[in-house]
């Protein structure tokens, strides 16, 4: 299956091959003017050059063919050279049954099998997950449901930042303050124990680095505790054990609670044994050279339009820096995976790091050249005052705050939509979260991806407007609706009218906005087809009688399109992370 306007871009395209010009000039795409024709091909503005006539005499060649053809009830020449094409009623029904018919609502499997690593975690352990790690997160699951769906072997990577001077400065606060017991007893199958660890960590850790930042020989000290940790002398090593496991936990529960899925949960630690080998190799091939004391990669190149510093392997006193061990990360997924990709969704702010590591993998014949390597970067989250979001009190909220609060928002926006009524406490709950965690989601996800954007919980969780809870909201009405007409599920041979139609051109464009996410790893375009799916099935209910239609071949059509907008809002929510109640 495609859709409908890329079947339309083959029948165009015979027509300019016809013509004796590229078919690639025949690409079709839905009208940006419904009210002149559903469809339109801008190709003889562009063929006019090749076929040395002008653009209106190229496109009269193509709607002389294309007139002959029954697929069209209209073909006119618009402006300077467009195509303007409408499909026959018969034509689009026959789309949408096969669309209907088909399990994955018409978006072809692509059935790459190539493998995609996809890094879009972070956090560091031993601290609070907090805002700044949930659009990584969002946006990075998006991407890798996505990809998973159109047939790739996706392995999604946190990436933990767990094997810094940070965890030297921590575990040296507990062994000189002789308080190890309280990382050594804390028991891995309770929750209590181990919420109260994260609590310790989350006050301790700001505290014995300020210290340490203050008094230089305390640096000294947990810099050499950071040391001997990697070299996996004890204590230091267990209690680090301990303290990643801890953590571990503490993520999985924020990440189950948001539906964002990993498939690895490696960190740096992971890649050390790695890195010796691959400096020992760089220097071997003269890639990685000496300055002042330490080891770098030049990754300046002639065409270069601004300064490009070197990645730094080695510091002076023999310290790893991110580059490092991300090149190792690197070694690490090639030899485990092989994989075709590698796509890392990260702050764009990270964009100079990325570029360094990138030239550096690839300087060393780290990766093979036809191996894709991909920073998706991402803009700020904001508040309502338009700076990065903080709690009231001006700190960083800590994620799970941040879930509660939506949840509890929710609650009282559910209260005051009378949704949820005569429902148990445990359903209603489950209905909260679900709304909440649609509101968190959506609102990161129908952004440009790299786009800077305000979340204001109070506009996000209404059941009106573009936000994730009205999308809920219109999903669930549509399967109250069929369950009340007893819809069969069979696609019976769709009768279309005029209120018909708009509806069912929406739903053959399904497969675009899948392409379009795909391509440029943008969640948003899914997004932006939800709501217009939503809207326009808004609209057909509104417009038309559905199950007080007494006739019986136009009901059962009306009920097939509602039953093919609800599979197609479900299959691009899923996309996105975002899970559809039974009820509300």
């Known amino acids: 299956m495609t859709s409908l306007a890329q079947k339309l871009s083959g029948i165009v395209g015979d027509a300019f091959e016809a013509q004796g010009l590229d078919r690639a000039f025949g690409r079709v795409t839905v009208s940006d003017r419904a009210d002149l024709a559903q469809f339109q091909c801008n190709g003889a503005m562009a063929a006019s050059k090749a076929a040395k006539k002008n653009p209106r005499e190229v496109a009269g060649g193509i709607v002389e063919i294309l007139q002959k053809n029954t697929v069209f009830s209209k073909v006119e020449i618009a402006g300077p050279g467009f195509i303007n094409l409408n499909v026959t009623d018969a034509f689009l029904a026959g789309h949408i049954q096969e669309t209907g018919a088909d399990d994955r609502a018409g978006v072809p499997d692509l059935g790459h099998n190539e493998t995609v690593v996809l890094d879009y975690g972070g956090p560091n352990i031993a601290k609070a997950m907090h805002v700044g790690h949930l659009r990584a997160a969002i946006i990075g699951d998006a991407v890798r449901r996505i990809m998973k769906f159109a047939g ?45 660890l994260m609590e310790d960590m989350a006050e301790r850790y700001p505290r014995s680095a300020a210290a340490a930042k203050e008094d230089k020989h305390l640096m000294e000290l947990a810099q050499a505790a950071t040391v001997k940790l990697q070299n996996k002398e004890e204590p230091y090593y267990s209690l680090w054990e301990k303290i990643r496991k801890v953590s571990v936990k503490g993520m999985e529960k924020n990440y189950t609670a948001l539906g964002v899925h990993f498939d690895l949960w490696k960190g740096e630690a992971d890649v050390h044994d790695y890195i010796a080998p691959m400096v020992d190799d760089l220097r071997a091939k003269n890639f990685a050279v000496e300055s002042d004391g330490a080891w770098i990669v030049p990754v300046a190149q002639n065409d270069d339009k601004k300064e490009m510093p070197p990645l730094i392997l080695y510091k002076r006193d023999g310290a790893v820096m991110y580059g490092t061990t ?35 993998v690839r300087k060393g014949g780290i990766v093979r050249d036809d191996v894709e390597l991909t920073h998706a970067g991402f803009g700020t989250m904001n508040g309502p005052d338009g700076k990065p979001f903080k709690t009231r009190a001006g700190g960083v909220m800590r994620l799970d705050d941040l879930i509660t609060m ?45 786009a800077d954007y305000v979340f204001d919980l109070d506009r996000l969780t209404s059941f009106e407007g573009k936000t994730g809870p009205y999308l809920l909201y219109q999903a669930v009405r549509i399967k109250s609706l069929l369950k009340k007409a007893e819809y069969d599920g069979k696609p019976p041979a769709f009768s279309l009218q005029d209120v018909d139609r708009p509806l069912a051109l929406l739903l053959t464009e399904l497969p675009d906005a899948v392409e379009s996410a795909l391509k440029n790893y943008a969640p948003h375009h899914l997004c932006e087809y939800a709501y217009r799916l939503a809207q326009g099935f808004s609209s057909f209910y509104g417009n038309c009688h559905i199950l007080s239609e007494t006739d019986v071949v136009l009901r059962n059509s009306r009920l097939a399109l509602c039953a093919l907008t609800n599979a197609q809002l479900e299959l691009v929510l899923g996309l996105l992370g975002i899970q559809v109640p039974e009820r509300m």
């Open 406 to 450: 939506a949840q509890e928002r929710a609650r009282a926006r559910m209260d005051e939509a009378h949704v949820g009524e005569g429902m148990s406490a445990d359903e209603k709950a489950d209905i909260a979260h679900k709304v909440a965690i649609a509101a968190i989601k959506f609102a990161d996800l129908q952004n440009a991806r790299v």
């Open 326 to 360: 991300d090149m190792a990360t690197i070694v690490e997924r090639v030899k485990l995976y092989n994989p075709a990709k590698m796509v890392y969704v990260v702050d764009q702010r990270q964009s100079l790091h990325f570029e360094q590591v990138f030239r550096a």
């Open 152 to 196: 790739y072997n996706t392995l999604g990577d946190v990436h933990m930042g767990d094997w810094g001077t940070h965890m030297g400065m921590l575990i040296y606060n507990y062994i000189a303050r002789n308080e190890t017991a309280v990382v050594e007893n804390t028991d891995l199958s309770d929750q209590k124990s181990i919420d109260d």
